[in-house]
């Protein structure tokens, strides 16, 4: 079992729509990150949070820690929304501390 | 501009012949790393760094090496590259320990080996 895992792996959408993505993962965590990669493939960060609720824009991240569970929103979708968004979690531990990725959802939002 | 930078963004070359693909941060950070992405297993890191001349396995370090003599730059190497090398290769930095910060990661990297 993936230490984290995100649902769905693809979604399409029309524009408009309200969107969520979700990420659990198994291991304890102090913070969770979302990233966004769009096409082209450059991967930029929009959330790390601990607890509650972070919003910037349309996007929307809630963390619920004693569910390990993790979901990202997105309002009003828009195609340039379209995007693969990768939850990531650190792993602490060893001689290193690391983020351990989620194998991402690929988000098609069309006109 | 807070900026990794990674060169060639794209890449097609031959079995056998070396290559190096360059990443540099304007940051300061003393952590970097390479991730290599596959389809359906995500982001796995293959060295990483915590600061000048201190380097370190990833999870899937096989067939590659890189080294950090300063601490802006951070070059991946692949002595003798094999077509299963063949990936979209990231470049990432950020500050020692900070795991609750923002990671900033190059443009990628896409590497094809024939």
């Known amino acids: 079992k993936n230490e984290v895992e995100q649902s769905p792996q693809n979604l399409t959408a029309q524009e408009g729509e309200f969107i969520t993505i979700n990420c659990s993962y198994s291991v304890g965590i102090s913070a969770l990150h979302w990233l966004q990669q769009h096409p082209g493939g450059g991967i930029v960060s929009l959330f790390m949070l601990s607890s509650g609720k972070k919003k910037h824009g349309r996007l929307i991240a809630t963390i619920n820690i004693q569910e390990k569970h993790s979901s990202l929103h997105i309002t009003a979708s828009h195609p340039r929304d379209s995007a693969v968004y990768i939850c990531a979690v650190p792993h602490y531990g060893g001689a290193t501390n690391k983020l351990i990725f989620g194998t991402g959802t690929l988000l098609a939002v069309q006109p | 501009e807070a900026q990794v930078t990674q060169n060639p963004r794209y890449l097609i070359t031959v079995t056998g012949k070396k290559l190096t693909v360059t990443c540099s941060q304007n940051m300061n950070h003393e952590y970097m790393s390479w991730y290599r992405q596959d389809p359906g297993l995500g982001l796995r890191q293959i060295y990483y760094?915590?600061?000048?001349?201190?380097?370190d396995k990833g999870d899937v370090p096989e067939g590659y090496k890189v080294s950090r003599k300063e601490k802006r730059n951070f070059p991946l190497i692949l002595e003798s590259p094999s077509p299963n090398q063949t990936s979209l290769y990231f470049c990432?930095?950020?500050?020692?320990?900070?795991?609750?910060?923002?990671?900033?990661f190059g443009d990628g990297t896409r590497l094809s080996i024939l």
């Open positions: 760094s915590m600061n000048v001349e201190v380097t």
């Open positions: 990432a930095s950020r500050e020692q320990g900070a795991l609750n910060q923002p990671q900033h």
